[in-house]
């Protein structure tokens, strides 16, 4: 019998998916009360806000992330108890997005707790990718002006192919990106969904929305003409958005 890549076990009070390649004791610990086990690593917490922790540590030698979802208020959990717990659906669209050509930090493990169908908390474990964002990239590079173009076309391979998998990933944003040399891995699936078609254009366009709000922002002005006009071939509906935003902006193209 070939081996299910991935190991799935869920009782009344919890489900807990993981990687085959990284099931271990130690990963058992983990997925059992990853609170505890954080708090008797030492691990290292590298963002704690209204929406998430962020947990560095190592599980044997793999460098990892433990990203905690939190809530920002009572109201929001109780809400939260009838809905897919953001750990379910960053798994989900990992798993989907490096399938379809898009890189993304490999995805680990995911754990959430229940009270039968009620959700709870969520945890999702994913591979450390040691790199630095797109905003920091574009600062450091800008005097290359090769290594600026070839990353706005990878940047647009990846928003293409998210439109053409008829998802809107949510967050579309430079800081959502992991730069280790050429390579990009796109983050943070937290609100990333399927397209609605009942959903006014405005929705549905929403990540190009936030990208070109990011290239206003963060983009060197040198460059943020091409990226444009690059943006403007992904299609009739995008080069509709880019003209409005460009008279938002002030921006000629």
Same mark, same amino acid.
């Not at 806000?49 to 540590?57: A, D, P, R, S, W």
């Given at each position: 019998?070939?081996?299910?890549?991935?190991?799935?076990?869920?009782?009344?009070?919890?489900?807990?998916?993981?990687?085959?390649?990284?099931?271990?004791?130690?990963?058992?610990?983990i997925l059992n009360d990853p609170e505890d086990y954080i708090r008797r690593k030492n691990a290292k917490i590298i963002q704690n806000?209204?929406?998430?922790?962020?947990?560095?540590?190592e599980i044997g030698k793999i460098p990892a992330i433990i990203k905690i979802h939190n809530y920002k208020s009572l109201w929001h959990?109780?809400?939260?108890?009838?809905?897919?717990?953001?750990?379910?659906?960053?798994?989900?669209?990992?798993?989907?997005?490096?399938?379809?050509? $898009?890189?993304?930090?490999?995805? /680990?493990?995911? +754990?959430?707790?229940?009270? %039968?169908?009620?959700? @709870? =908390?969520?945890?999702?474990?994913?591979?450390?990718?040691?790199?630095?964002?797109?905003?920091?990239?574009?600062?450091?590079?800008?005097?290359?002006?090769?290594?600026?173009?070839?990353? $706005?076309?990878?940047?647009?391979? /990846?928003?293409? +192919?998210?439109?053409?998998? %008829?998802?809107?990933? @949510? =967050?579309?944003?430079?800081?959502?990106?992991?730069?280790?040399?050429?390579?990009?891995?796109?983050?943070?699936?937290?609100?990333?969904?399927?397209?609605?078609?009942?959903?006014?254009?405005?929705?549905?366009?929403?990540?190009?929305?936030?990208?070109?709000?990011?290239?206003?922002?963060?983009?060197?002005?040198?460059?943020?003409?091409?990226?444009?006009?690059?943006?403007?071939?992904?299609?009739?509906?995008?080069?509709?958005?880019?003209?409005?935003?460009?008279?938002?902006?002030?921006?000629?193209?």
């Open positions: 019998m070939q081996k299910q890549p991935f190991y799935l076990h869920k009782n009344f009070f919890s489900r807990m998916v993981c990687d085959q390649e990284f099931l271990s004791e130690e990963m058992r610990r806000n209204f929406k998430n922790k962020i947990v560095y540590l959990k109780i809400k939260r108890y009838f809905r897919r717990t953001r750990a379910s659906r960053s798994w989900h669209y990992s798993v989907l997005f490096n399938e379809n050509g $898009i890189r993304t930090p490999r995805p /680990i493990a995911y +754990k959430e707790t229940r009270i %039968g169908p009620l959700r @709870g =908390d969520s945890y999702f474990i994913y591979e450390w990718v040691d790199g630095i964002n797109g905003e920091q990239y574009f600062l450091n590079n800008r005097k290359d002006v090769g290594k600026i173009k070839k990353a $706005i076309t990878s940047i647009l391979e /990846i928003t293409e +192919k998210i439109k053409n998998l %008829g998802l809107i990933h @949510g =967050d579309i944003r430079l800081k959502n990106m992991v730069f280790r040399e050429d390579e990009i891995f796109l983050t943070d699936f937290d609100d990333t969904k399927k397209k609605k078609w009942y959903k006014l254009r405005r929705m549905n366009n929403r990540d190009f929305r936030g990208l070109i709000h990011d290239i206003y922002h963060n983009v060197p002005r040198e460059f943020q003409p091409f990226f444009l006009s690059q943006l403007e071939l992904l299609g009739d509906d995008i080069k509709q958005v880019v003209r409005y935003c460009s008279t938002k902006y002030n921006w000629q193209t």
